[in-house]
Nanobody, 119 residues
Framework: QVQLVESGGGLVQAGGSLRLSCAVS????????MGWFRQAPGKEREFVAR????????TYADSVKGRFTISRDNAKNTVYLQMNSLKPEDTAVYYC????????????WGPGTQVTVSS
C-alpha cells in the first residue's frame, strides 16, 4: 500500500523559510512523478511544483518560481519542498502526491501539512 506523510509545516514570518518533507512508502520515487500542491482557505487546490520520475525534470507554478525548490532523495524515498522568501499568500495546507510518470495525474496523496506565513 502506498502511503505519503508530509512534515515540516509551521508558522513563519514573511521573508522566512521552511522545508517540507514527504516520506513515501510502497512506491519507488525514481519511477514516478511527485508533486506538491496547496490549498488556501476558501480556494481550490493548486499546483505548486513537480519532479518527474527518472529524469528529475522539475516544473513550478509561476507564483513560486525562483522561491521554491523541489528535490528528492531516492535513497530515503523522500521528496522535499524548500520554500524561501515566504509571503502571507503562501499560507495554505500543503500536500504531496505521487502518480505515474508522464500521466499528469496523481493517484496517492498525503494528509497535508499546514504552512502559515505571518505579515
Amino acid at each position: 500500500q502506498v502511503q505519503l506523510v508530509e512534515s515540516g509545516g509551521g508558522l513563519v514570518q514573511a521573508g522566512g523559510s521552511l522545508r517540507l518533507s514527504c516520506a513515501v512508502s510502497g512506491r519507488t520515487l525514481s519511477s514516478y512523478a511527485m508533486g506538491w500542491f496547496r490549498q488556501a482557505p476558501g480556494k481550490e487546490r493548486e499546483f505548486v511544483a513537480r519532479v518527474w520520475g527518472s529524469s528529475g525534470v522539475t516544473t513550478y507554478a509561476d507564483s513560486v518560481k525562483g522561491r521554491f525548490t523541489i528535490s528528492r532523495d531516492n535513497a530515503k524515498n523522500t521528496v522535499y519542498l524548500q520554500m524561501n522568501s515566504l509571503k502571507p499568500e503562501d499560507t495554505a495546507v500543503y500536500y504531496c502526491a505521487t502518480g505515474p510518470r508522464g500521466s499528469g495525474t496523481y493517484d496517492y496523496w498525503g494528509p497535508g501539512t499546514q504552512v502559515t506565513v505571518s505579515s
